[in-house]
């Protein structure tokens, strides 16, 4: 292991340690000769940074934390990619911890990352975060937050989101323009708040459209919202509720788990009963058949609240106020072979 110091370096060349701090980082007061002298030495003794003493000499770990729910979600693999894209440019590294949709995970990796001092945090919150101490213990350790995708409106931080429920109402009116009228939605649970929109926004499209909403057409998936939520949803649904000729999915995956079934029972898709999926996976464009969904924009969710976060980090260092960002992405419905 590399152990040479700066100390080192000075005593071969018989200059003091600041000369050789400022040679190897350019300064102007150093001579072109003594600099290529520094800089060689320290090639040939591979010296590199002690970066713990550069972090505490600057009060910057140069690293950040992020939480997330899941891995396997395609959306969150977009997220993370803007995020590490933004990290890259500034040289620093992201902490990736996964929640597993559990409040008492996410407590404890934000302890964790508030041990290692990290900058900044980003958070996408678990299904059962319905309580926010542990968020707001985060600002008042003085580090930036910014919450994306799964938020809590009552936390005064910046926010990178899209219009849930907005993004929902459109998905149902476009089956609604194409003639579909006895449409069943399979839901989130009842805590995330973008289940809480996207249902909302179905139910207004509805509302506004003079179709009667039916509370029994709403099948409520547990708080994963995975494959086998809507494979097994969709076996209810078919039982209990033959008549209808659509579905609108809280995300990809519970559509996948749909139209798996259905493909399993015969039914047609869309001729028989339509689906439309939330987030644009990449296995929706590639399954039989391919899923109608909403375009969700994971990557410059990522990019933006990384970005919005950095700017946060900068402005604290200087001493430079605050004024928190709430960021609303557009969506797009992508049409398929499933409506």
Known sequence: MNNTTLKQIASQLGISITTVSKALKGYSDVSEKTKKAVIE???????????FAVNLRTKESKTIGLIIPTLVHDFFSNVIQG????????????????????????????ELLLNKRVDGILI???????????????????????????IAKLVNCSKVTI????????????????????????????????SIDRFLGYKKALEDNNIIYDPSLVYVCDNNMDFENGYENAKKVVTEHPEIDAIFAVTDLVAIGIIKYFNEVGIAIPQKIAVLGFSNWFMSSV?????????????????????????????????????????ELETSIIERDST
Do not use: C, W
Request: aromatic residues 10%; glycine residues 4%; hydrophobic residues 35%.
């Open 83 to 110: 995020i590490l894209e933004e990290a890259e440019k500034r040289d620093y590294l992201v902490i990736i911890l996964q929640s597993n949709e559990k409040l008492e995970f996410e407590k404890k990796q934000i």
């Open 124 to 150: 996408s919150l678990s299904n059962e975060t319905g309580e926010f101490e542990h968020l707001k213990t985060i600002l008042s350790h003085n580090t930036p937050l910014v919450l994306f995708d799964k």
């Open 41 to 51: 030495l320290a090639n040939k003794l591979n010296y590199t940074p002690n970066s």
């Open 163 to 194: 219009n849930d429920r907005k993004a929902a109402y459109d998905a149902v009116s476009y089956l609604i323009k194409k003639g579909y009228k006895k449409i069943a939605h399979f839901r989130g649970s009842y805590l995330p708040q973008n």
């Open 287 to 327: 399954m039989s058949p391919k899923l109608s969904t909403v375009d969700q924009p994971g990557f410059e969710i990522g990019r933006k609240s990384a970005s919005i976060l950095f700017d946060e980090i900068n402005l604290k260092k200087n001493n430079s106020p605050v004024i928190f960002q709430s960021i």
